[in-house]
Structures are given as C-alpha cells and as structure tokens.
C-alpha cells in the first residue's frame, strides 16, 4: 500500500483468473489481472488479502499510458476496483494475530455459475 502525497491510500494487485478452458495440453491457463484499489479499501485489501485468496472485484476497466525510459509510450490496461468481497469464510486459530481473518488455512468453497453476477 502506498499513499498519494495529498494522503490518499491506494493499493495495487494481481488478480489470477483461471480461464474456463483446457489449453493443448489440457491444462487450464489463467489471466493476470492488474487491479487498483483506492481509499478504505484500500487498506483492507492491504490489510487481509493474501496470495491464493478467494476474492471478487466490480470496478471499471481503466487503459493508461506513460513514456518509459527509453521514450516510448507504454499502455497499462487495470480494474479499478469499486468493490473487493472475500469470498473465503475466516477461521478463527490460536494466534498472535487475532486482527487477521485469513489467519490460519481457509478451506475451499464452491461456487456455481448461477452465483456469480457476470457470464
């Protein structure tokens, strides 16, 4: 997490999203998804997101561009995120860290098709 130099809190991540579809070798490949995060929010998903974590993100696709060293411009194609909903449940362990809900192992869950807010 870092913050703007007016204060405000902003997060970067990487969301992996398994495609729905076996490659020629039959193994499922996945799209790495580059998202941002503003604010509260921010902090939270600095805070409790962790790597190998279930998570939904709504937001907007936003496409933006910088020059690089060499002088050419690069486009950056993110989410930025509007909502960040954990789709694990927390397990509550004996530990140093209470303040942590993914503390601990979460256990897989299953989510059907009908579940999700998008096709």
């Not at 991540?13 to 509260?40: M, S, Y």
């Not at 600095?46 to 690089?68: D, F, P, T």
């Not at 989410?79 to 362990?93: I, K």
Request: proline residues 4%.
């Amino acid at each position: 997490m870092q913050y703007t130099p007016n204060g405000v809190a902003v997060t970067t991540f990487t969301l992996a999203v398994e495609r729905p579809f076996t490659n020629n070798q039959g193994k499922r490949e996945a799209d790495f998804i580059p998202i941002v995060v503003w604010r509260q929010l921010a902090e939270t998903c600095a805070n409790y997101l962790r790597k190998g974590r279930l998570a939904a993100v709504e937001g907007r696709i936003q496409v933006r561009h910088y020059e690089n060293n060499e002088g050419r411009r690069v486009y950056v194609t993110e989410v930025v995120a509007d909502t960040v909903r954990f789709l694990e449940r927390a397990e509550r362990h004996q530990s140093s860290d209470d303040s942590d809900p993914f503390a601990g192992e979460g256990r897989e869950i299953e989510i059907s098709d009908d579940d999700l807010p998008f096709d």
